[in-house]
Nanobody
Framework: QVQLVESGGGLVQPGGSLRLSCAAS????????IGWFRQAPGKEREAVLC????????YYLDSVKGRFTISRDSAKNTVYLQMEDLKPEDTAVYFC????????????????WGQGTQVTVSS
């Protein structure tokens, strides 16, 4: 059984940092593209950024460039989303998802999803 489990969300003040984790079981992430998505209340799910071995990082939101990045720990079969200089507009539920090899902005093309973790940026 494949599972992706996100963790690391929480409440943070504007300008703060968080690192979200996406741990996989029953599936190896090494050759996959790993996408991070977010969904704010009343809004549609949007692609944030993605990492693949083929292309590297793909940013889908200009607002996170220079602030968010993805890293991978193959030994732990875990991918991380490092978020810096967080802003109130980053508040959302964040999801990780996988698809084969190549990144895509289209969330319906991703095969496995985590349950999401809440990130709230507020003073």
């Amino acid at each position: 059984q494949v599972q992706l489990v996100e963790s690391g969300g929480g409440l943070v003040q504007p300008g703060g940092s968080l690192r979200l984790s996406c741990a996989a079981s029953g599936w190896t992430l090494d050759n996959d593209a790993i996408g991070w998505f977010r969904q704010a209340p009343g809004k549609e799910r949007e692609a944030v950024l993605c990492m693949s071995n083929v292309v590297g990082l793909s940013y889908y939101l200009d607002s996170v460039k220079g602030r968010f990045t993805i890293s991978r720990d193959s030994a732990k079969n875990t991918v991380y989303l490092q978020m810096e200089d967080l802003k109130p507009e980053d508040t959302a539920v964040y999801f990780c998802a996988t698809r084969s090899r190549y990144c895509s902005v289209t969330y319906s093309t991703y095969l496995y999803w985590g349950q999401g973790t809440q990130v709230t940026v507020s003073s």
